[in-house]
């Protein structure tokens, strides 16, 4: 079952500009993480936030976590083309058999 | 360098074939995973297993079967009781049984066709 959905399904931009992304869950959570998958490829672990945190940075990353609305935003500062990729949200449902859930992703086109 | 490996890259299936995807890490990390991923879409999970000997059905295990023989190892079977396999295929592994503590690595990847 599908835990988190996130918006927009597709995004593109230019480079130099930001990109913002987001993921809406339906039952409490323990933490949220964030992937990034190129075409073709494994997905790879950007940011984890947990369940008591509002904010956290990594680099050009910005992540936000709100439990009252049951969402979280990916920020992506100054994009550039090799941002190109698919990326996930993925959690972990409060008292579920300790594996993650993943949402359908947000398909990133940075334009050169 | 540790990593989790996934063999083959590409896999063409004859209808009615039974067929192994193999995955294989050096991490010594404790839990494995397989999910599928169909075309702009999630991951849906097929099986984990936490332990050696022991594995669990996910969402979506009608038609598949794994075995968890040794730590390393987590080997998918796609029987010909799956209807629909042409697929990405993904293992992951997390240090811990827990993987919101820190999270999945993921294996490349095996495209599956039925051919």
């Known amino acids: 079952s599908q835990q988190g959905e996130e918006d927009p399904q597709a995004l593109s931009i230019q480079e130099g500009e930001n990109a913002t992304m987001n993921c809406s869950y339906k039952t409490s959570i323990n933490n949220l993480q964030w992937y990034r998958q190129n075409s073709g490829r494994g997905l790879v672990h950007l940011i984890l936030?947990?369940?008591?945190?509002r904010e956290k940075h990594s680099g050009r990353l910005r992540v936000t976590l709100d439990t009252s609305k049951k969402s979280s935003s990916l920020l992506i500062t100054a994009s550039r083309a090799a941002d190109t990729a698919s990326y996930f949200c993925a959690t972990d449902p409060s008292g579920s058999a300790r594996q993650l859930t993943f949402g359908s992703g947000t398909q990133l086109t940075v334009l050169p | 360098d540790g990593g989790i490996t996934q063999s083959p890259k590409y896999l063409f299936r004859k209808e009615g074939q039974n067929v192994t995807l193999s995955c294989e890490q050096n991490l010594n990390h404790d839990a494995m995973y397989w999910y599928r991923q169909d075309p702009g879409q999630g991951l849906r999970l097929i099986y984990y297993?936490?332990?050696?000997?022991?594995?669990q059905k996910g969402d979506i295990a009608e038609g598949y079967s794994v075995s968890r023989e040794k730590k390393e190892s987590f080997p998918l079977t796609v029987t010909s009781a799956q209807k629909n396999p042409t697929a990405f295929y993904l293992c992951a592994s997390s240090m811990d049984r827990d993987p919101s503590n820190y999270g999945y690595t993921f294996g490349s990847g095996t495209r599956l066709t039925v051919v």
């Open positions: 297993s936490q332990i050696v000997n022991d594995f």
């Open positions: 936030i947990r369940s008591n945190e």
